[in-house]
């Protein structure tokens, strides 16, 4: 990637990266696609559906797990909050005015 890119930014959690690149290899084992964790993300020989799919996958489960942090009562930043609503339709409306 081209000097002065995104990914020059300094991270707020840099900790993060890692565990991001562990998930995407392990979806990636998970699909069946020829990718070795530490090639240094070279996926030159895969097709665009394929590291879409990866992305999409990776996507997803960072929404289940979020959402179930929610419905449990701890927020993403791993506070714990009190329970708000009763999980029906409207209670992220509550979540989101606290």
Not at 12 to 40: C, F, M, R, T
Not at 72 to 85: A, D, P, Q, R
Request: glycine share 12%; aromatic share 6%; net charge neutral.
């Amino acid at each position: 990637m081209a000097r002065g890119s995104w990914n020059d930014k300094t991270k707020v959690v840099p900790e993060a990266h890692q565990a991001l690149d562990n998930l995407k290899y392990e979806i990636a084992k998970e699909l069946g696609l020829p990718v070795k964790q530490g090639s240094e993300d070279y996926w030159g020989t895969l097709t665009s559906r394929d590291c879409g799919a990866v992305g999409g996958n990776m996507l997803k489960r960072m929404v289940h797990y979020a959402e179930s942090a929610m419905s449990n009562g701890v927020s993403i930043s791993g506070e714990k909050t009190t329970k708000i609503g009763n999980g029906a339709a409207g209670s992220e409306a509550e979540y989101m005015n606290r």
